[in-house]
């Protein structure tokens, strides 16, 4: 399905009827590295599957893509399909996402995912470097960047090839876009005390990406969320371990159910 939302028309799965819970991928991937968890959340879950803008088969408008931009976009995709508040689970870059999505958009969120994300900022040297990327696959395409990407995302060999054509995939505007949007984002830190609703943070103990460690902050941070570690996973636990992971994400959906029951 394809929903026009503002400057860009929007590519997304949709699964069944229910609570609504939308899931972001990370960079420079697309919504189907969602789909092997989608029969783990059957029945009573409506998985909402975006390809967040610019990437997968989302226009690829030029510019940079902030964080905020991405979040708004997941309101206007909320409005277009009527629905008032979402449970709304971020994986890495759609972590980044989805908090900024928690902090301006508060009254639509009903509950919060957080997968192999944190809410840290880049270095300047991160900065440097993402500038950078943008600069290379704008003049010479995601080949390098599939090359040399796609080993460090999973720990499991059968997973890297599937990853690679993800990205080789993506569009070259789409990426850079990307790049330079996290390259922006905000220390999220601060936002997390605040949080009012169930919070799940799932941590791949082998992720090479994103630190566990930042989970475990993140987790310090938040009150009442929930870690969920997921053993010897790398940095895309929902392709190595989707039974594990959609049954957090069960378990958080549900969480929220008993949650906005009660507020
Ligand atoms: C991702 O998987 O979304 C990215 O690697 C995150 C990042 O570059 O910070």
Not at 15 to 31: D, E, I, K, S, Y
Not at 78 to 106: E, N
Not at 238 to 246: D, F, H, Q, R, T
Request: overall charge negative; hydrophobic content about 45%.
């Amino acid at each position: 399905m394809h929903f026009q939302i503002s400057d860009i028309v929007m590519e997304v799965e949709i699964h069944a009827l229910g609570t609504p819970l939308v899931l972001l991928h990370g960079f420079p991937m697309n919504h189907t590295l969602w789909e092997p968890v989608v029969p783990h959340l059957f029945p009573g879950i409506q998985a909402i599957l975006p390809d967040l803008r610019g990437q997968g088969k989302t226009s690829t408008p030029a510019g940079t893509y902030s964080m905020e931009r991405m979040a708004h976009d997941m309101v206007e995709l909320l409005d277009a399909l009527k629905i008032d508040t979402a449970v709304v689970a971020g994986h890495s870059m759609g972590g980044y996402v989805a908090l900024r999505f928690a902090h301006d958009h508060p009254d639509r969120l009903a509950g919060l995912g957080l997968v192999a994300t944190q809410a840290q900022p880049d270095s300047p040297e991160r900065k440097h470097n993402r500038v950078e990327i943008a600069d290379r696959v704008l003049k010479e395409g995601v080949q390098s960047l599939a090359d040399s990407m796609a080993p460090n995302l999973t720990v499991k060999p059968e997973w890297v090839e599937p990853l690679r054509k993800m990205i080789l995939a993506t569009s070259p505007i789409g990426a850079a876009g990307a790049q330079r949007g996290m390259a922006n984002r905000e220390d999220a830190r601060s936002w997390l005390p605040d949080l009012k609703v169930p919070v799940t943070i799932l941590a791949p103990t082998a992720d090479t990406v994103i630190s566990p460690a930042r989970s475990v902050e993140m987790q310090n941070l938040i009150p009442g969320s929930e870690l969920v570690q997921v053993p010897g996973a790398g940095h895309c636990p929902m392709l190595e371990y989707p039974g594990i992971v959609g049954e957090a994400l069960v378990r958080l959906v549900q969480r929220a159910e008993k949650f906005s029951a009660v507020a």
